[in-house]
């Protein structure tokens, strides 16, 4: 039967089944890094992530990774994730004016927002740091010094897990493909945290109508043609893109836009909607890709393949946990979601 079948297989030492393989240092197919924002008291819970991205690609592949802090990395830190890889390793400081308040913000306006939303109980609320990360990973990350040299990158967090293998380049599938983001995971947003984010996104569009294409996928996030956001949004924990996409003139347009309608502090604007919405206003269908096979779990949610997939790539997960697999909960219709998004018609595809 099929799953004898594919158990034979797998007997052979995975070694034979993966032809793809480069050395630190190598020159890669793509031009790429894993980034990694952190905290120096994160290298304990970065160590497991970054065995288990070691044990399931990156062992084979090499890619180096990038680690970026609002402070000065410790020695120790540096020592602890370093030792995780043959990789090479960059570390990096952000730039005072990449963590801080912009000049026309109140100040003042964003405490008292802030104790407005811890008192609702609005997870991360009262944070100034968590709006500081947020609006850091929405339109800055991909500015930082280390990070000019690439052209691609996969985003990584603390205590974050790879449950299957992965026996390719997914920068090279994305390339070849010319797709410029990759997901995961979809999720339903908190809205408490984003009231007036799509009121700003109309303001946008308003004002730039030209960078918006005429097949898009925003659908996706609006299905009622603009008016309201539905809050899916790829949960950008998980993050592979191509960074052309942020660097582009459109994205820093739409970035400076929400920053200076203040969301970012006044409310808890978070990245992944942030990202979302711009992947699905700017890209086609086609150029968005859901690396359906990758099994990865962040607190709270997973994904996890079925079918031969599982098998095949040594998953350890469970598909069928209906607590932890998003793809099977309410919460992860937005998945689902993205498979009826219409088709480009053909002679008007991008990738
Ligand atoms: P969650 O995934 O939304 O629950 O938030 P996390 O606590 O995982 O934070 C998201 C990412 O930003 C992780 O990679 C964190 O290590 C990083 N991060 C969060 N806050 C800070 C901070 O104040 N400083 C630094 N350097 N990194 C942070
Ligand atoms: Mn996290």
Redesign the pocket.
């Known amino acids: 039967d099929r799953a004898s079948q594919l158990l034979n297989r797998m007997r052979r030492p995975a070694r034979y089944q993966r032809p793809i393989s480069y050395k630190p240092g190598d020159p890669k197919p793509v031009n790429a890094c894993f980034a ?4 120096n008291q ?1 290298w304990r819970s970065l160590r497991e992530s970054m065995k288990q991205m070691e044990d399931r690609f990156n062992h084979q592949f090499n890619y180096p990774y990038v680690f ?4 000065p990395f410790s020695e120790e830190f540096k020592n602890m994730t370093r030792s995780m890889t043959q990789a090479d390793v960059y570390y990096g400081q952000i730039a005072q004016e990449h963590w801080s308040y912009p000049e026309w913000i109140d100040k003042e306006k964003a405490a008292e927002k802030r104790k407005e939303m811890e008192e609702k109980g609005v997870m ?1 609320g009262g944070s100034e ?2 709006r ?2 947020c609006r850091f ?1 929405s339109g800055l990350f991909f500015k930082h010094p280390l990070m000019q040299q690439f052209d691609y990158y996969w985003r990584i ?3 974050i897990e790879y449950r299957c293998d992965i026996n390719y380049d997914p920068f090279l599938f994305m390339k070849e493909r010319r797709i410029k983001y990759g997901w995961t995971i979809a999720i339903y947003e908190l809205m408490d945290t984003v009231p007036t984010l799509w009121n700003s996104v109309k303001k946008f569009v308003a004002q730039h109508p030209e960078t918006i294409p005429e097949y898009n996928s925003q659908w996706w996030v609006s299905r009622d043609n603009g008016t309201s956001y539905n809050g899916c949004h790829f949960w950008s ?1 998980f993050e592979i893109a191509d960074l052309s996409f942020y660097r582009s003139e459109q994205y820093s347009k739409f970035f400076e836009f929400l920053d200076r309608e203040g969301g970012f502090f006044y409310e808890r604007w978070g990245d992944a909607p942030v990202h979302s919405i711009a992947a699905a206003l700017f890209l086609q269908k086609e150029e968005v890709h859901w690396f359906d096979d990758i099994g990865y779990y ?2 709270g949610w997973q994904h996890c393949p079925s079918g031969d997939t599982w098998l095949t790539n040594r998953c350890t997960c469970d598909p069928k946990d209906k607590s932890k697999t998003i793809t099977n909960a309410g919460w992860g219709k937005c998945s689902h979601e993205w498979k009826l998004l219409p088709d480009t018609p053909a002679g008007q595809r991008k990738a």
Do not use: C, Q, V
Request: glycine share 4%; aromatic share 10%.
């Open positions: 990694i924002l952190a905290r994160d970026l802090n609002d402070k991360y740091s968590y500081h990360m990973e967090e603390p205590g924990n962040h607190p």
